[in-house]
């Protein structure tokens, strides 16, 4: 282990103060719904995959020291009590979020009539940036703002980043056909809208949230990007897209973007296979996501590209032109990894997670911990990051189509992982030293029980079905591909406040059993009455 020393942050008003006492009981009492069906989190590994409806949401609400604040079901514009209840869902399923200022930004996949040809919802989230007591956050509302049109109803679209400044946003998008191997199920119907391939990296002005327009694409490609993330670098703007269909032309894409003129400009492609001799033990070699982080030991962007069963990657992206390897973890189905956003005691901290689409008594997926020292040492060729713990939330379990996965997720500068676990919703571990482990601290199952219509065909009818998980000011927005977007206040052993105030644990518990009785007494505003029923 390295003995360097590079100090962690103290983190202001979102740290989360960690008490027991009466708050414990009352908030866990308050957010943890009595169910007929809590196989999940309730009972052994050996019946969790009993015979049972996993579409049914009321089947499967159960939670612990998180307390739901707000949904909005994206059924159409305006606030959550007048366009957000499950009675008016979007049509269609719904993928990657993100939150920047006073907006969050979501991708989504597919939509039909009644909501058909939606490319992007946007949301204002100003109330919740806003609330300074758990009162105040239990008032605020999601609303949203507009919905970006999709140019062509052929496209998914899977990921969504925003710039640094939140001017603009940028979307993934891949043809259905190359997921599914079908035609969409859900086209759009509202004009003709094909005149841009269906597979595209695009970028969308978004400083007007009410009238996103799009402002330049690439689209020289057959199947498109399923992931890309942007990252500023030497004052320039780039946007690091990953390919994933191995034919041919998997790799890391590398664009310019040029705000001026909206261009995205491809400067370069990376590869395994074309920037290496030898890769791993074989597997399959499917490049899949990537973060970029500026390293403050290493004075250089490193991003770290999961590679599936080729493992995870350390790139250094000093010159985007010219991209070298810095370290590598070896792993199967490595499918998403983020740093800390602060070494952690010294340590340069990667999380790195799986995604598995079946299994037969097996693992439903783990996350790693790592230790990423190695980077500073250089590079020969031999693994040089280091496993430090993993968590996985079930072992020997039975599933199909990626049912019971974990997903993706954020690292924040308090030491937790905010995970999206598809079916096991919205998981909450923290990063504990001495020794490391993650250990959940947290979890969020409750899931709207929308009209079975209105979800996704070909992907997964699962309720809760978590695509990721993001916070933000204190809340963690949870994206749930059949259901809506949820706001969520995790309160670690029930004692931490909301924004960093200082709350405490009485306050913490008033919040749990005061804020369910006074959702329920409002009824559909934020938070829908009975939605813990």
């Known amino acids: 282990m390295s003995d360097r020393s590079t100090p962690r942050p103290r983190v202001g008003r979102r740290r989360f103060l960690r008490a027991v006492g009466a708050g414990t009981a009352a908030l866990a009492a308050a957010t943890s719904p009595a169910s007929a069906h809590e196989w999940s989190d309730a009972t052994s590994d050996a019946e969790a995959d009993g015979d049972h409806d996993h579409a049914d949401a009321t089947l499967h609400g159960a939670s612990s020291n998180v307390e739901l604040v707000g949904y909005h079901s994206l059924g159409g514009v305006g606030p959550a009590s007048e366009s957000g209840s499950p009675d008016s869902p979007h049509y269609g399923a719904i993928t990657e979020l993100r939150v920047r200022g006073d907006y969050a930004y979501v991708g989504i996949f597919s939509s039909d009539d009644p909501t058909n040809d939606r490319g992007m919802a946007i949301l204002d989230v100003s109330e919740f940036n806003a609330a300074g007591t758990p009162r105040e956050l239990r008032e605020a509302e999601l609303s949203v703002v507009s919905f970006l049109r999709n140019d062509n109803p052929a496209s998914a679209v899977m990921d969504v980043k925003v710039s640094d400044d939140g001017r603009y946003a940028f979307l993934s998008k891949q043809p259905y056909t190359a997921l599914f191997g079908e035609t969409d199920p859900t086209p759009g119907t509202d004009g003709e809208s094909a005149s841009v391939s269906a597979s595209a990296l695009q970028a969308v002005d978004v400083s007007d949230p009410a009238h996103p327009r799009i402002v330049g694409t690439y689209d020289a490609w057959d199947t498109g990007p399923h992931n890309a993330t942007y990252h500023r670098i030497r004052g320039r703007e780039y946007l690091f897209a990953v390919k994933d269909l191995n034919d041919g032309t998997a790799g890391l894409y590398v664009f ?159 030491g937790y992982v905010h995970l999206g676990h598809y079916h096991g919703g919205t998981r909450f571990l923290e990063i504990e030293r001495d020794p490391w482990a993650l250990t959940e601290r947290g979890y969020f199952r409750a899931a709207r029980d929308v009209p079975e219509a209105s979800k996704m065909e070909g992907l997964n009818s699962a309720a809760p079905f978590t695509w990721c998980a993001v916070e933000h000011e204190g809340v963690t927005y949870a994206a749930d591909v059949n259901t809506g977007v949820y706001a969520l206040r995790f309160a670690p052993d029930s004692g931490g406040d909301l924004k960093g105030a200082g709350v405490g644990a009485v306050a913490a518990g008033v919040a749990g059993l005061g804020g369910l009785l006074y959702r329920l007494g409002r009824g559909a505003r934020g938070a829908p009455a009975g939605l813990f029923d």
Request: proline letters at 5%.
């Open 256 to 414: 310019e973007f040029d705000r001026p003129t909206g261009a995205v400009l491809p400067v370069n492609r990376w590869t395994v296979d074309g920037n290496l001799l030898s890769v791993g033990d074989g597997g399959l070699t499917y490049v899949h996501d990537v973060t970029v982080q500026d390293d403050p030991r290493l004075g250089a962007p490193v991003g770290y590209l999961s590679y599936w069963d080729a493992g995870l990657y350390a790139l250094d992206l000093s010159d985007p032109t010219d991209i070298s390897v810095l370290g590598h973890y070896s792993m199967d189905a490595a499918h998403y990894a983020e740093p800390a956003p602060a070494f952690v005691d010294g340590t340069r901290v990667v999380v790195a997670g799986q995604e598995i689409s079946s299994v037969a008594d097996g693992s439903s997926g783990k996350l790693y911990l790592l230790d990423a020292d190695g980077l500073d040492d250089g590079f020969d060729g031999e693994d040089n990051v280091e496993r430090l713990a993993e968590w996985e939330w079930r072992s020997n379990v039975t599933f199909e189509n990626f049912t019971l996965s974990p997903h993706n997720f954020q690292v924040t500068d308090d």
